[in-house]
């Protein structure tokens, strides 16, 4: 069985930083892109960042860029997010998600991804 398993998630203050991190059970995405989105109560789940199989490309929605920095260790078949100067709107659950096929660009809507983890807790306090 393929999992994603995220960690990392916490209750901050604002301005605090955060790192969460996805490992993969049951096979490895070294050869897909693989991204983060986030979902907050009563809204939809929305893309947060994505970044390339080799690492070698990321992109972010505006909300974070400056802020948030994605990036993947191959060695250890695992995906950061770095997440600095957090903000209130910034809570919400963060998932996990490993691209449902290769793409030639990097996937940043929902139905582009296949094997999303369970979810980690981020709490933003003003």
């Known amino acids: 069985q393929v999992q994603l398993v995220e960690s990392g998630g916490g209750y901050v203050q604002s301005g605090d930083s955060l790192r969460l991190s996805c490992t993969p059970s049951?096979?490895?995405?070294?050869?897909?892109?693989m991204g983060w989105f986030r979902q907050a109560p009563g809204k939809e789940r929305e893309f947060v960042s994505a970044?390339?199989?080799?690492?070698?490309?990321?992109e972010y929605a505006d909300s974070v860029k400056g802020r948030f920095t994605i990036s993947r260790d191959h060695a250890k078949f695992t995906i950061y997010l770095q997440m600095n100067s957090l903000k209130p709107e910034d809570t919400a659950v963060y998932y996990c998600?490993?691209?449902?096929?290769?793409?030639?660009?990097?996937?940043?809507?929902?139905?582009?991804?296949?094997?999303w983890g369970q979810g980690t807790q981020v709490t933003v306090s003003s």
């Open positions: 998600a490993a691209a449902a096929r290769y793409y030639n660009f990097l996937p940043q809507r929902v139905e582009e991804y296949y094997y």
């Open positions: 049951g096979r490895t995405f070294t050869s897909f892109a």
């Open positions: 970044i390339s199989w080799n690492g070698g490309s990321t």
